[in-house]
Structure formats: structure tokens, C-alpha cells
Nanobody, 125 residues
Framework: QVQLVESGGGLVQAGGSLRLTCAAS????????MGWFRQAPGKERNFVAGITWNGDRTYYSDSVKGRFTISRNTAENTVYLQMSSLKPEDTAVYYCAARGGAYYYTPRPNEYDFWGQGTQVTVSS
């Protein structure tokens, strides 16, 4: 089992920045591809960014490309999502997810094994 805890969300004005952190504990000796998803009220959970288990490849959805950066510190079992130039449409609950025994991320939520509880990001106009 792996436990994931997100932090770093909050209220920010449009154009501002936030850094989300996902801290993993438990069976972290295994390799996990990681993903960040977000879900706005009344909408489905969407893939935002992914990173391979060793951090050598990343992926971003078109809506955040050039503004968000995903990274990981494997030694500290932590994944980050640096968000810049935030827009009101970025408002959502952000979740990190781990895909057990997988090198690559995937945009499909049902292919992740572990999820955090989510952290709210609100961008005001």
C-alpha cells in the first residue's frame, strides 16, 4: 500500500503561482509512475500532468502546457506540480495518483492504484 498526501493548494489571483506537493509513504520502495489530475465541480476528473517512475519523461495536457511543471524527488518520495500563470479555469481539486509497477503514466484515472485526498486550488479573476 502507498499513501499519498497532497498539499500546497489555496486561493491565488489570476497570473499567480502555486506549488503542489504530493508526499508518498508506505511501500515506496516500488516504482511508480505518477500523475496529477484535477476535477472541477460537476465535471469529470481530468489528467493534467504525468511523470515516469524515474522522472526522465513528462507529459502535460494542452490546457496547462507551458504553465505547469511536474517533477519528482525519488529519494524523498515526493512529486511536485509547479503551477504558474494561473487562470480561473484552473480552479479545481487537484489529486495526485500513483501507478504501481509502471514506468509510464497514463491519462486514464482507472489505471492508477493509489490516490491522495486532493487539495483545492482556487484562482480568482
Amino acid at each position: 500500500q502507498v499513501q499519498l498526501v497532497e498539499s500546497g493548494g489555496g486561493l491565488v489571483q489570476a497570473g499567480g503561482s502555486l506549488r503542489l506537493t504530493c508526499a508518498a509513504s508506505g511501500r515506496t520502495s516500488s516504482s511508480y509512475a505518477m500523475g496529477w489530475f484535477r476535477q472541477a465541480p460537476g465535471k469529470e476528473r481530468n489528467f493534467v500532468a504525468g511523470i515516469t517512475w524515474n522522472g526522465d519523461r513528462t507529459y502535460y495536457s494542452d490546457s496547462v502546457k507551458g504553465r505547469f511543471t511536474i517533477s519528482r524527488n525519488t529519494a524523498e518520495n515526493t512529486v511536485y506540480l509547479q503551477m504558474s500563470s494561473l487562470k480561473p479555469e484552473d480552479t479545481a481539486v487537484y489529486y495526485c495518483a500513483a501507478r504501481g509497477g509502471a514506468y509510464y503514466y497514463t491519462p486514464r484515472p482507472n489505471e492508477y492504484d493509489f490516490w491522495g485526498q486532493g487539495t483545492q486550488v482556487t484562482v480568482s479573476s
